[in-house]
């Protein structure tokens, strides 16, 4: 067990560039979160994968992202012509499907986007 | 909406003492709670965890209280370590999500 893995570690782009980001989940996990952080405030939550199904979104979820997890196993998440607002730490957390852990998020270290 | 919120955003403590992080949650509704830790640079942290049919739960050194009729939560740290210096965070589950609060920041002084 490696934890949750998440690539770039640090991403800087100019306004208006697409930005991609990786995360592979603990292994056997089949629900995958992403959620977004910036300075001094908790993480808030994007979005929801259980296996392969997107199944929930929030509402901070603009048109200009877009997440995936083609495999039900490595998710990316997509921001399409950032914004300086975009900015912030993207965390990736998983849970497993039962057990005494099942409501539990381990999360990976995040990636953080700057963006000029 | 769902809030979840921490009454102090610092908290400074001699190494040694306990450290009490309290947390406010808005939505009766939610049913688990779990308290994270980060350290600078790093992912949030599992420490402990407490469902609404409990009022008390302890692990090694921290202790989670549960008040529902106040809609509380504290986070109690026996003897502070400087490796409990840390952003801490409590977060609500309603259904598939969590919602997490600002924090509180944690320094041990030495």
């Known amino acids: 067990d490696t934890g949750v893995s998440q690539n770039p570690r640090h991403k800087i782009t100019k306004r208006g560039q697409n930005v991609t980001f990786r995360c592979d989940p603990i292994s056997e996990h089949n629900r995958l979160y992403w959620y977004r952080q910036t300075l001094g405030q908790g993480p808030e939550f994007l979005t929801y994968f259980q296996n392969e199904a997107q199944l929930e979104k929030s509402r901070l979820l603009s048109d200009r992202f877009s997440a995936e997890r083609p495999k039900g196993s490595f998710s990316t998440l997509e921001i399409q012509r950032t914004e300086q607002g975009d900015s912030a730490m993207y965390l990736c957390?998983?849970?497993?499907?039962?057990?005494?852990?099942?409501?539990?998020?381990?999360f990976g270290s995040g990636t953080q986007l700057s963006v000029l | 909406g769902e809030s979840v919120g921490l009454h102090l955003p610092t908290l400074s403590v001699q190494e040694g003492d306990n450290s009490i992080i309290n947390c406010a949650y808005s939505n009766s509704a939610s049913d688990y709670f779990i308290w994270y830790k980060q350290e600078s640079g790093k992912g949030p942290q599992f420490i402990i965890d407490?469902?609404?049919?409990?009022d008390k739960r302890q692990g090694q050194r921290v202790t989670v209280l549960l008040n529902k009729t106040v809609k509380h939560l504290s986070l109690q740290i026996a003897a502070t370590q400087p490796g409990d210096s840390a952003v801490y965070f409590c977060a609500e589950n309603t259904g598939n999500q969590f919602y997490f609060g600002t924090g509180t920041s944690l320094t041990v002084i030495p």
């Open positions: 407490i469902r609404s049919n409990m």
């Open positions: 957390a998983s849970s497993p499907p039962e057990g005494p852990s099942y409501e539990k998020l381990f």
